[in-house]
């Protein structure tokens, strides 16, 4: 029953004191959030500790009320991530990157490829390396914005007011990227008869 509420049901279930419907949001985007902590912070430890303040602070924030409901759920708690990220480095003094190379980081799923054979599967597993390295190469804010979009599954609107950019800004470092590693992958060995990731 609560597995198949929307969100901001959810969150109206649980400041009427239903615990277990946190519980809901928290497994269903426990995922994501975590996987955007670790791709920018690229330590495991630090990850799960700055996980762990994002949760605390959704929770204290709604228990408060000064959650709006107009908003989605998952931008906000991502917003709350991002803010925490950049505190992280602030207090060690060092600008974040981001991490392309890590496992959960699955941007790739937009390879279709049949997987018909051990050597259908190979041939795949070839091209998401392969793409995850192209992807590396991107300028840091092309980067950022394919992996908000692909991965993270965020509206433009909502990476421009994450990134502090305007949505054109947005857009266009979307276009570049695609257009950017479009150019990478026709200089690699990839099978790009059989991908297709625009």
Request: charged residues 30%.
């Amino acid at each position: 029953m609560l597995q198949m509420m929307e969100d901001k049901e959810l969150v109206r279930m649980y400041l009427k004191g239903n615990h277990a419907s946190f519980e809901v949001l928290l497994s269903r985007h426990k995922r994501k959030v975590f996987s955007y902590i670790y791709m920018l912070v690229k330590d495991r430890a630090t990850a799960e500790d700055i996980f762990q303040d994002v949760f605390i602070k959704v929770i204290h924030t709604l228990q408060a009320g000064k959650y709006n409901e107009e908003g989605k759920f998952l931008p906000w708690v991502m917003r709350i991530s991002h803010n925490l990220i950049i505190d992280h480095f602030r207090r060690e003094k060092k600008m974040p990157g981001i991490k392309t190379q890590d496992e959960d980081f699955d941007i790739f799923k937009l390879i279709r490829i049949p997987e018909q054979s051990a050597e259908d599967k190979m041939i795949r597993e070839q091209n998401v390396a392969l793409v995850r390295e192209l992807i590396k190469k991107l300028p840091k804010e092309q980067k950022e914005v394919l992996i908000l979009r692909h991965y993270a599954d965020l509206s433009f609107n909502d990476i421009a007011e994450q990134t502090g950019v305007s949505i054109n800004t947005a857009l266009g470092r979307m276009r570049y990227a695609l257009i950017n590693l479009r150019k990478l992958m026709e200089k690699s060995p990839l099978e790009t008869s059989e991908v297709n990731i625009f």
